[in-house]
DNA sequence: CGAATAGTGTCTCTCAGACAATATTGC
DNA sequence: GCAATATTGTCTGAGAGACACTATTCG
């Protein structure tokens, strides 16, 4: 069942890589926070070619001995100074219509983050400006490559993560309150969720969340003072959290 | 914010695509169907270099001017002679570890692809031979490249995939009856169902099934016979149907 | 009729959604 | 006390799981 070395060798030495089609093969990072109750993503401006002066997912071309993950969060670090312990990162997919890009077949890997709200990156070497963005003022028309088609399915995933998934802790910092966390799925969701019921929900769901010993933060403007919490070890919820009016069809 | 057509056409003639990493593309199939009750993959015993003589998923090349998902239906149909229309294709991930490629730095795009019951494909030019394999009697340690976890996302993605969605149709013919669709989860989760509550929650949840005007097939060894559905339009199920034991943790 | 499979009804328990009521803070 | 936020409790209806029961076929 195994190969003779021999004719391995023989195989591997007359191989010609250049006789394959030269692919480029990038990463692309979906990089999702909620910033004053705005669902938000960060996107840099183009100052070289293509698409020079458009807006953009940050990313960049994968080395040759790099690993897609370790080319998302390079890129993450690079261009958001977002380190990868401290947000969520997962594969989003692979995106390579012939013609994407102008300069040669280029094949992008993207890569959805989810990180709690952070200070103002800085541009990088080929971007002249970074920002948040809120999701909803977006102009899909504006964004360079297909970058509207990976943004589109970022959010829907991020949508639907939500409900099966412990991940909206990922938007929030290390220790939060119930408030904070309903806040990031009405942010992500677009609507207003019951404060009782979700507090209920997010309680009782076992493995979600954990009370922190000291439970006794601030209030921002009055107010009893929320109980402090940290993620829970679950890596999927049971029973699920719902969209309100989810009728899939 | 439009960039202007001299200086983009000046940067385009002085590109040299060959400046950056060569990678090679290729797309990689999980053809999951259920064969005699078993949830089954289809597996090429190689017949070139490298990993010849092992078993590996189905794929190869994507061609200069190919979109990813023609290059998946395209292999599809040559390896397997599945027409796309006739199965359900998703794309599953990227795959492009350093080194999974002996040959050359190679990123896979994996496509996942569900199938009814087919006739036993023919090799390949470069497979020895072809296969229907049960998912339990896959080991893991005799596949090619990094297939073994290529084929683990694609099951985990099956299986939770029967749950929200109904994709489970696509493993069934056109018209069905209510127990081979019954099968067909019993075959992906690995255990039994109730035959009367699956039967009041696939017939109770709209848009996954629609009743058949002629309801009568036959009855294989006695019994009272079947009535036949095909899919309904819905895209996902709700309420989901649940796993049966499934305590995430 | 008996065996086998298809399909319906019933009961219980969990849980989502609506919303009343209580708790704890700042002013 | 009053406003504001946090947290608990109560009710109702949908639905999942267990399982008795009826329906329809073949031999």
Known sequence: MT????????FLA??????????????????LTVRDDRFSVLLVERDT?????????????????????????RRLAAETGVRRDAAHVEQLG?????GRDPRMRVVSVSYLVFAPDLPAPVP???????????????????LAFDHDQVLAAGVERARAKLEYSPVATAFCREEFTVAE????????????????????????????????????????????????FRRGSAT??????????????
Chains 1, 2 share one sequence.
């Open 14 to 31: 007359s191989y010609d890589p250049l006789a394959f089609p030269p692919f480029g093969v990038t990463v692309d990072v979906v990089l």
């Open 124 to 142: 990088g070497r080929r971007t002249r400006s970074v920002a948040w963005v809120p999701v909803a003022d977006v102009d899909p028309a504006r």
């Open 236 to 249: 999927l919820l049971h029973p699920a959290m719902l969209r309100p009016d989810h009728r899939p069809g």
């Open 94 to 98: 692979a995106f390579g219509r012939p």
């Open 49 to 73: 070619h293509p698409f020079r002066g458009r807006l953009a997912l940050p990313g960049g071309f994968v080395q040759p001995d790099e690993d897609l993950d370790a080319a998302a969060t």
């Open 3 to 10: 190969t003779e070395p021999d004719d391995e060798a023989l």
């Open 181 to 228: 966390l309903r806040r990031v799925y009405e942010a992500v969701w677009g609507g207003p969720l019951d404060p009782r019921n979700f507090h209920r929900k997010v309680t009782g769901t076992p493995g979600f969340l954990v009370p922190v010993g000291a439970p006794a933060p601030v209030g921002p403007e009055g107010g009893r003072p929320a109980a402090l």
